[in-house]
């Protein structure tokens, strides 16, 4: 009598595990590209949210209202590192700082601790007008990531948030 085995040998499965390790390893990489990428681009969809919250709230109470890097709890923070988080507050008295007689909009948590933030040094924050102006300098806010810029927001005077273009980000320099 003729017995016939089923199954595999460990050659084989020893086989079929080099080869899917080995597409493993060319496939990781450009998830890793992929998934910076992705996180770059969430970054980019808060910050634009965040200053179209911030103006829409500005015209309709009639106050200014202050986006900055910072928490609730120091209040704004020094420097133009926008990563660490950023908060929207209504200032009330007008003193660009948050205050306890301010109101808190909202509050945005910390990146991913591979992405980069940051304004220029000439404007640290964003402060929106009862009008939904913006004045000052256009602020510009460079997402890199692993020191590369990944996008912009530009906000100009006017209020308006807008994504830089692949010609203004190739001019911009890389995040420290």
Known sequence: MIRSHAGFTLIELLMTLAVMALLAGIGA????????RASAS????????????????????????????????????????????????VDRNGDDRFGPEDTLLRVEQPLSPRLAIQ??????????????????ANLTLRICADGAVQSAVILSNAGR???????ERAAMSACS
Not at 29 to 36: A, F, I, N, S, W
Not at 63 to 86: H, N, Q
Not at 119 to 136: D, E, I, L
Request: aromatic letters at 6%; one cysteine or more.
């Open 42 to 89: 969430s970054a980019h969809n808060l910050v634009m949210t965040g200053f179209a919250s911030a103006r829409l709230h500005a015209v309709s109470q009639g106050r200014a209202v202050t986006v900055c890097p910072g928490d609730a709890a120091i209040g704004c923070r020094a420097g133009g590192r926008w990563e660490g988080g950023w908060i929207l507050f």
């Open 29 to 36: 990489p450009p998830m890793g590209r992929l998934l910076v």
């Open 161 to 167: 948030a807008r994504s830089a273009t692949a010609s």
């Open 119 to 136: 304004s220029g040094s000439t404007r640290p924050r964003a402060v929106f007008r009862p009008n939904g102006m913006s004045g000052g």
